[in-house]
C-alpha cells in the first residue's frame, strides 16, 4: 500500500498555522500578566495582609485559617510558573544595572518600620522588624483570644503570643512578632540592601547599615521618602504593658482604614508600624 500524503494545499498552510499558534500563546501570556498586574492594583487598594472577603471566613475558624493559606498556596502554584514562563529571562535582563545585584523575592517579604514618615533617612533601623511570611493568613482574631490561652498561647502556625507585647493588623487579627523570637516568621532586619516599595508610585532601594558602638543602626532609601514606600492599607500596632490585653480591645475599632493610626486598647502602650513590602535583596 502507498503512504498517504497530506494533499499540497495542506501542507502549504502548516507553517502558518504554526505561526499563529505561536501568536495566540504570546497574546494569551501578554493577557494573563495584565489581568494579574489588575488584580494586584486592585487588592492593594482594598486590603493588607488578608483579603477583606476572607476576613469573616478567617473568624469563622478556631483560631485562624488554613483555608486561607491553601487558597494562597494554590494560586501561586500555577501563576508563578505561568508568569516566569511568559515573561521569559529577557524581561530581567532589560531592567537597569543596579537592580541586577538584588534577588527577586517570591513570595515578598514584609518590613515592620518606625521613623518619620518624611524622612528619606534615619536611626533605630534596630528596631525593625522582617516577616518573611505573610504574617496575616498565620493570624489569630481578637475574638478567638480565649481559645490561643486555653492553647497554651501556640497558634496553629507555631509562634507563641505573649500577654504582655503583642501586634495587631488592620482587620483585628493579632500577629506574630516581627522582630521574632517568638518561634514565628519573624526576625531582626538585618543590615544589608532591600528593594522595597508601598505599591503605589515609588519602589527604591533601601539600605540598612550595620549598628554602630551604640547599638544604633542607620536606614536610608535611594529615592523618595518612608511614606512613599509604606504600604498605607497594612496598618500594624504594637500593644504592650503588663496590664494590656486583647480582651480589652473594641471589636468596633476594625477594620481600619488605609493610612490610619491604629485604635488605642485601655491598659496598653501602643506603638505604630510602617509597612514595606519588600521584592527584592541583595544578592
Same mark, same amino acid.
Given at each position: 500500500?502507498?503512504?498517504?500524503?497530506?494533499?499540497?494545499?495542506?501542507?502549504?498552510?502548516?507553517?502558518?498555522?504554526?505561526?499563529?499558534?505561536?501568536?495566540?500563546?504570546?497574546?494569551?501570556?501578554?493577557?494573563?500578566?495584565?489581568?494579574?498586574?489588575?488584580?494586584?492594583?486592585?487588592?492593594?487598594?482594598?486590603?493588607?495582609?488578608?483579603?477583606?472577603?476572607?476576613?469573616?471566613?478567617?473568624?469563622?475558624?478556631?483560631?485562624?485559617?488554613?483555608?486561607?493559606?491553601?487558597?494562597?498556596?494554590?494560586?501561586?502554584?500555577?501563576?508563578?510558573?505561568?508568569?516566569?514562563?511568559?515573561?521569559?529571562?529577557?524581561?530581567?535582563?532589560?531592567?537597569?544595572?543596579?537592580?541586577?545585584?538584588?534577588?527577586?523575592?517570591?513570595?515578598?517579604?514584609?518590613?515592620?518600620?518606625?521613623?518619620?514618615?518624611?524622612?528619606?533617612?534615619?536611626?533605630?533601623?534596630?528596631?525593625?522588624?522582617?516577616?518573611?511570611?505573610?504574617?496575616?493568613?498565620?493570624?489569630?482574631?481578637?475574638?478567638?483570644?480565649?481559645?490561643?490561652?486555653?492553647?497554651?498561647?501556640?497558634?496553629?502556625?507555631?509562634?507563641?503570643?505573649?500577654?504582655?507585647?503583642?501586634?495587631?493588623?488592620?482587620?483585628?487579627?493579632?500577629?506574630?512578632?516581627?522582630?521574632?523570637?517568638?518561634?514565628?516568621?519573624?526576625?531582626?532586619?538585618?543590615?544589608?540592601?532591600?528593594?522595597?516599595?508601598?505599591?503605589?508610585?515609588?519602589?527604591?532601594?533601601?539600605?540598612?547599615?550595620?549598628?554602630?558602638?551604640?547599638?544604633?543602626?542607620?536606614?536610608?532609601?535611594?529615592?523618595?521618602?518612608?511614606?512613599?514606600?509604606?504600604?498605607?492599607? &497594612?496598618?500594624?500596632?504594637?500593644?504592650?504593658?503588663?496590664? &494590656?490585653?486583647?480582651?480589652?480591645?473594641?471589636?468596633?475599632?476594625?477594620?481600619?482604614?488605609?493610612?490610619?493610626?491604629?485604635?488605642?486598647?485601655?491598659? &496598653?502602650?501602643?506603638?505604630?508600624?510602617?509597612?514595606?513590602?519588600?521584592?527584592?535583596?541583595?544578592?
Amino acid at each position: 500500500m502507498h503512504a498517504m500524503q497530506a494533499p499540497p494545499d495542506v501542507r502549504m498552510r502548516d507553517p502558518t498555522r504554526r505561526a499563529q499558534h505561536r501568536v495566540k500563546t504570546v497574546l494569551w501570556a501578554a493577557g494573563l500578566l495584565a489581568l494579574t498586574s489588575l488584580l494586584q492594583r486592585l487588592q492593594g487598594r482594598r486590603t493588607a495582609f488578608v483579603p477583606l472577603k476572607h476576613k469573616e471566613e478567617i473568624a469563622a475558624q478556631p483560631l485562624e485559617s488554613p483555608t486561607v493559606q491553601q487558597r494562597r498556596t494554590a494560586s501561586l502554584a500555577v501563576l508563578v510558573p505561568a508568569l516566569s514562563a511568559a515573561a521569559g529571562p529577557s524581561a530581567y535582563a532589560a531592567e537597569p544595572a543596579a537592580k541586577k545585584k538584588f534577588r527577586r523575592l517570591s513570595p515578598i517579604q514584609y518590613i515592620a518600620a518606625l521613623g518619620d514618615p518624611e524622612a528619606a533617612s534615619g536611626t533605630g533601623a534596630q528596631d525593625w522588624g522582617l516577616w518573611q511570611k505573610d504574617p496575616g493568613p498565620r493570624g489569630v482574631p481578637l475574638s478567638n483570644i480565649d481559645r490561643l490561652r486555653a492553647a497554651g498561647g501556640v497558634a496553629r502556625s507555631g509562634w507563641k503570643f505573649d500577654g504582655s507585647d503583642w501586634y495587631v493588623e488592620e482587620h483585628g487579627l493579632i500577629m506574630e512578632k516581627p522582630t521574632g523570637g517568638d518561634g514565628g516568621s519573624g526576625e531582626q532586619l538585618k543590615p544589608g540592601k532591600y528593594i522595597v516599595t508601598g505599591d503605589r508610585q515609588v519602589t527604591t532601594v533601601l539600605t540598612v547599615s550595620a549598628p554602630d558602638a551604640d547599638g544604633s543602626s542607620r536606614w536610608q532609601l535611594d529615592e523618595g521618602k518612608l511614606f512613599d514606600v509604606t504600604h498605607l492599607p &497594612c496598618r500594624t500596632g504594637r500593644y504592650s504593658g503588663p496590664d &494590656c490585653s486583647p480582651a480589652k480591645a473594641r471589636l468596633s475599632d476594625f477594620p481600619v482604614e488605609p493610612g490610619a493610626l491604629m485604635p488605642p486598647v485601655e491598659g &496598653c502602650k501602643k506603638q505604630d508600624y510602617a509597612v514595606l513590602f519588600v521584592v527584592g535583596v541583595e544578592a
